[in-house]
Nanobody
Framework: QVQLVETGGGLVQAGDSLRLSCAAS????????LGWFRQAPGKEREFVAA????????YYADSVKGRFTISRDNAKNSVYLHMNSLKPEDTALYSC????????????WGPGTQVTVSS
C-alpha cells in the first residue's frame, strides 16, 4: 500500500510560480509511474502531467505544456510539479497519483492540495 501526501499549494497571483510536492510512503516508489491531476469546482478531474518510473518519459496536458514541469526524486520518494506562469484557470485541487507498472489506471491517490490563482 502506498500513501501519498501533497504539499505546496496556496493562493498566488496570475503569472506567479508554485512548486507542488508529493511524498510517498510504502510500496516500491521507484517502480511506479507518477502523475498529477487536478479538479476545479464543478468540473471533472483532469490529467495534468505524468512521469515514468525512471524519470525519462514525461507527459503533459496541452493546457500546461511549456508552463509546468514534472520531476521525481526516487531517493526521496517524491514527485514534484513546478508550475510557472500560473493562470486563474489553473485554480483547482491538485492530487498526485501512483500507477504500478502494467496497470492502466492509477492505483493510489493523495488527498490533494489546493491551488488558487487570482487575476
Amino acid at each position: 500500500q502506498v500513501q501519498l501526501v501533497e504539499t505546496g499549494g496556496g493562493l498566488v497571483q496570475a503569472g506567479d510560480s508554485l512548486r507542488l510536492s508529493c511524498a510517498a510512503s510504502g510500496g516500491t516508489f521507484s517502480t511506479y509511474t507518477l502523475g498529477w491531476f487536478r479538479q476545479a469546482p464543478g468540473k471533472e478531474r483532469e490529467f495534468v502531467a505524468a512521469i515514468g518510473w525512471m524519470g525519462g518519459s514525461t507527459y503533459y496536458a496541452d493546457s500546461v505544456k511549456g508552463r509546468f514541469t514534472i520531476s521525481r526524486d526516487n531517493a526521496k520518494n517524491s514527485v514534484y510539479l513546478h508550475m510557472n506562469s500560473l493562470k486563474p484557470e489553473d485554480t483547482a485541487l491538485y492530487s498526485c497519483a501512483a500507477r504500478r507498472n502494467g496497470n492502466q489506471g492509477y492505483d493510489y491517490w493523495g488527498p490533494g492540495t489546493q491551488v488558487t490563482v487570482s487575476s
